[in-house]
């Protein structure tokens, strides 16, 4: 019973948001009482639990995202962004050309959003194709690919940042991690499938858009010579990484070495936290992106304000899907779950994908997926050796399966490469089901290493 009234929870919620185009944090708070009631939660506990969830998921991230939008919107307005990908296509070659959009997309992908990156990097492509004479979406695809694998498996980014923080995983390790599961996924689902997409829809790839198309968002442009240096810029975009790789190198050489905390130990913890990583990478990004190009103070922080601003319905959206989450914990759907698979022999890390995925065909939204399994499988997890940091990316790879019509992602993809219904299904749901199931092999081959 409890596993069926989450099911009608989450139909109701796709009715609300593709049916009545209901906003989708209302869904979910809505739909978050509901379940709530129809699970038989006390009545005077229902408010306490969904505000828990809310506050409990947004403590954690609410200042990395807000810091971490800050920092990809200094970078793209300083023309940092633009930098890096023109120098890298430069060096890679004519050639070359799609793994240097890759490239570009993977390095700018560690410190922006999934779509800030894509606004980004959409007209520098169309530029590059329309000059080179190469079909958009051959270069188009594959950066699109390194901007979610990012996304799905490297934090600072929303899911592995949520996940990790739910499951108590820690973050430096998921990074580290993220890393060796992300680079040969990238390879697979981006150039080679771009390949195999090419005879399977050529339809998709003699589309050419229009300037217009091609111009989507408010990427500002720049003659190369007034944007930051390639070096400074790298830096600043990777900063965020650098820090946190430092921070966990030493407090791995701390455990390996049986070196009891001290004040030096405790100052890189504080420092290698996610939290104190962006902001100390913000206002790197204020003086090398700024200050030292004399921009205005006040034209920074104008930036700062519209990115902030951007991600404001986000930062409700992923509470929202906390609270969801918590309603799930509290009304004991959790511990169903788990009488129902207590002496399984199936992988906890398995089991965590799978319900992802489930998840995410039913409702769409990736992170929601990750905060729901989160709640699900916690109970099954007691008392396990599993290792938390790949449970992480089980469960992140889970949750990005199969992009369809009820995924926000679907749709920015469609417009911005101008492709049909079938096309986009094609391509992009299909690549995104093959970053999942690769996110899963590389994880359960790296489970047999740590």
Same mark, same amino acid.
């Given at each position: 019973?409890?596993?069926?009234?989450?099911?009608?929870?989450?139909?109701?919620?796709?009715?609300?948001?593709?049916?009545?185009?209901?906003?989708?944090?209302?869904?979910?708070?809505?739909?978050?009482?509901?379940?709530?009631?129809?699970?038989?939660?006390?009545?005077?506990?229902?408010?306490?639990?969904?505000?828990?969830?809310?506050?409990?998921?947004?403590?954690?991230?609410?200042?990395?995202?807000?810091?971490?939008?800050?920092?990809?919107?200094?970078?793209?307005?300083?023309?940092?962004?633009?930098?890096? *990908?023109?120098?890298?296509?430069?060096?890679?070659?004519?050639?070359?050309?799609?793994?240097?959009?890759?490239?570009?997309?993977?390095?700018?992908?560690?410190?922006?959003?999934?779509?800030?990156?894509?606004?980004?990097?959409?007209? $520098?492509?169309?530029?590059?194709?329309?000059?080179?004479?190469?079909?958009?979406?051959?270069?188009?695809?594959?950066?699109?690919?390194?901007?979610?694998?990012?996304? *799905?498996?490297?934090?600072?980014?929303?899911?592995?940042?949520?996940?990790?923080?739910?499951?108590?995983?820690?973050?430096?390790?998921?990074?580290?991690?993220?890393?060796?599961?992300?680079?040969?996924?990238? $390879?697979? *689902?981006?150039?080679?499938?771009?390949?195999?997409?090419?005879?399977?829809?050529?339809?998709?790839?003699?589309?050419?858009?229009?300037?217009?198309?091609?111009?989507?968002?408010?990427?500002?442009?720049?003659?190369?010579?007034?944007?930051?240096?390639?070096?400074?810029?790298?830096?600043?975009?990777? @900063?965020?990484?650098?820090?946190?790789?430092?921070?966990?190198?030493?407090?791995?050489?701390?455990?390996?070495?049986?070196?009891?905390?001290?004040?030096?130990?405790?100052?890189?913890?504080?420092?290698?936290?996610?939290?104190?990583?962006?902001?100390?990478?913000?206002?790197?990004?204020?003086?090398?992106?700024?200050?030292?190009?004399?921009?205005?103070?006040?034209?920074?922080?104008?930036?700062?304000?519209?990115?902030?601003?951007?991600?404001?319905?986000?930062?409700?959206?992923?509470?929202?899907?906390?609270?969801?989450?918590? %309603?799930?914990?509290?009304?004991?759907?959790?511990?169903?779950?788990?009488?129902?698979?207590?002496?399984?022999?199936?992988?906890?890390?398995?089991?965590?994908?799978?319900?992802?995925?489930?998840?995410?065909?039913?409702?769409?939204?990736?992170?929601?997926?990750?905060?729901?399994?989160?709640?699900? %499988?916690?109970?099954?997890?007691?008392?396990?050796?599993?290792?938390?940091?790949?449970?992480?990316?089980?469960?992140?790879?889970?949750?990005?399966?199969?992009?369809?019509?009820?995924?926000?992602?679907?749709?920015?993809?469609?417009?911005?490469?101008?492709?049909?219904?079938?096309?986009?299904?094609?391509?992009?749901?299909?690549?995104?089901?093959?970053?999942?199931?690769?996110?899963? %092999? @590389?994880?359960?081959?790296?489970?047999?290493?740590?």
């Amino acid at each position: 019973m409890p596993l069926l009234i989450v099911a009608l929870g989450v139909v109701l919620l796709l009715i609300l948001i593709m049916k009545f185009n209901v906003n989708t944090f209302i869904s979910l708070v809505v739909v978050s009482f509901l379940v709530a009631l129809a699970l038989g939660m006390p009545i005077n506990e229902i408010v306490g639990s969904i505000e828990s969830g809310m506050g409990g998921t947004l403590g954690g991230i609410a200042l990395i995202f807000g810091l971490g939008a800050i920092l990809g919107k200094l970078i793209a307005d300083a023309g940092g962004a633009q930098r890096i *990908a023109m120098t890298l296509i430069e060096r890679f070659g004519e050639k070359r050309i799609q793994w240097a959009v890759v490239t570009a997309g993977f390095v700018l992908g560690i410190a922006l959003f999934f779509e800030v990156g894509l606004v980004l990097l959409i007209p $520098i492509i169309y530029q590059i194709s329309k000059q080179l004479r190469i079909q958009f979406l051959w270069l188009g695809l594959p950066m699109a690919t390194a901007l979610s694998v990012t996304h *799905a498996f490297l934090p600072p980014h929303p899911g592995p940042t949520v996940i990790a923080q739910e499951f108590g995983a820690n973050v430096g390790m998921v990074l580290v991690y993220g890393f060796i599961i992300a680079i040969p996924t990238t $390879i697979i *689902a981006g150039p080679l499938f771009a390949k195999f997409a090419k005879k399977m829809v050529p339809s998709a790839f003699e589309k050419q858009p229009t300037g217009s198309m091609a111009s989507i968002g408010e990427a500002k442009q720049y003659k190369l010579e007034d944007t930051p240096g390639f070096g400074i810029s790298a830096f600043t975009a990777l @900063f965020p990484v650098i820090l946190m790789g430092v921070a966990t190198i030493i407090t791995l050489l701390q455990d390996a070495l049986g070196i009891s905390s001290n004040l030096f130990f405790d100052i890189v913890g504080m420092i290698g936290a996610p939290t104190t990583v962006m902001l100390i990478s913000v206002l790197l990004a204020i003086y090398t992106m700024g200050i030292a190009r004399k921009i205005p103070m006040t034209d920074l922080m104008k930036s700062a304000e519209n990115a902030v601003a951007a991600i404001g319905m986000m930062l409700l959206i992923l509470g929202a899907g906390g609270a969801l989450k918590q %309603v799930l914990i509290d009304g004991g759907v959790g511990d169903y779950v788990a009488q129902i698979f207590e002496g399984s022999t199936i992988s906890p890390l398995i089991l965590a994908w799978l319900i992802a995925a489930l998840i995410r065909l039913a409702q769409g939204s990736a992170t929601v997926a990750a905060l729901t399994t989160a709640g699900l %499988v916690m109970p099954l997890i007691a008392g396990s050796d599993v290792n938390l940091e790949l449970l992480v990316l089980a469960t992140g790879a889970g949750s990005i399966i199969a992009s369809h019509v009820n995924d926000t992602g679907f749709w920015i993809v469609k417009e911005s490469f101008g492709l049909t219904m079938k096309e986009t299904f094609a391509t992009w749901t299909v690549l995104e089901t093959l970053i999942s199931i690769c996110g899963l %092999v @590389f994880v359960l081959a790296l489970s047999l290493f740590v």
